[in-house]
């Protein structure tokens, strides 16, 4: 069975304190990894999507990676703005469905 | 331009009455899904839209849930005789699927509808 699991549940920094956001998956095949960004009462809103072992990306003081067994949001000197949750999902390259597999968040809380 | 919508934003029912829940995809979009977010809980795949067709309901959770789409536009979830459990936010994506691509296309998300059944 396909599985996402992130890790911590929840975390909170002082400004400016970077640190990182583990997103591990279990899949048969891996079509594609996803970010997304939800505040309170919102939509998810898409980050960035990695394909393959060693690719990254990034975009302002977010920069994702990806492993064969797991992906890291690392932040950087973050801001209070960057208060939210963060969704890892994964789709399966296997079974045909377009479908996403979401883990459960990280609840990212930035002080000032 | 205009994302993806969803109505209503809020909604209340009792238990035991039949919702609605619509969903207006970016335009061009030909690729619709619908999500199910509890509280404390991932996002839960419901349904996927391909077209007017969907290859993939696996993630209905009972006979009482159902869905159409028509024109290849909007989207109707539909949910009889609610149950508490059935308490949520169900969210709607949209994505612009080619046929043939092998990398994947990005999912994007309306604001949810709330749910309540009480």
């Known amino acids: 069975e396909d599985q996402v699991t992130q890790s911590p549940e929840a975390l909170r920094l002082q400004e400016g304190e970077s640190s990182s956001l583990n997103c591990s998956y279990t899949?048969?095949?891996?079509?594609?990894l996803f970010w997304y960004r939800q505040d309170p009462g919102k939509g998810p809103e898409f980050l960035f999507t990695?394909?393959?072992a060693g690719e990254e990306k990034e975009k302002e003081r977010l920069k994702a990676t990806l492993t064969k067994k797991e992906s890291f949001l690392h932040i950087t000197a973050p801001k209070p703005e960057d208060s939210a949750t963060y969704l890892c999902?994964?789709?399966?390259?296997?079974?045909?469905?377009?479908?996403?597999?979401f883990g459960k968040g990280t609840k990212l809380t930035v002080n000032p | 331009g205009a994302g993806v919508s969803q109505s209503p934003s809020n909604k209340v029912t009792e238990k035991g009455k039949d919702v609605e829940l619509r969903c207006d995809p970016i335009s061009g979009h030909t690729a619709l899904y619908w999500y199910r977010q509890s509280l404390g809980q991932g996002l839960e795949f419901l349904i996927y839209?391909?077209?007017?067709?969907?290859?993939?309901k696996s993630g209905l959770p009972s006979d009482r849930f159902s869905a159409e789409r028509t024109g290849g536009s909007v989207s109707t979830l539909t949910i009889q005789r609610t149950q508490q459990e059935d308490s949520a936010v169900y969210l709607c994506?949209?994505?612009?699927?080619?046929?043939?691509?092998?990398?994947?296309?990005?999912?994007?998300f309306g604001p949810g509808t709330r749910l309540t059944v009480l």
């Open positions: 899949v048969s095949g891996l079509r594609g």
């Open positions: 990695l394909y393959s």
């Open positions: 994506a949209s994505s612009l699927y080619i046929v043939g691509l092998v990398s994947t296309d990005t999912q994007y």
């Open positions: 839209f391909q077209g007017n067709s969907a290859p993939d």
């Open positions: 999902a994964v789709q399966p390259l296997e079974g045909g469905s377009e479908k996403l597999v």
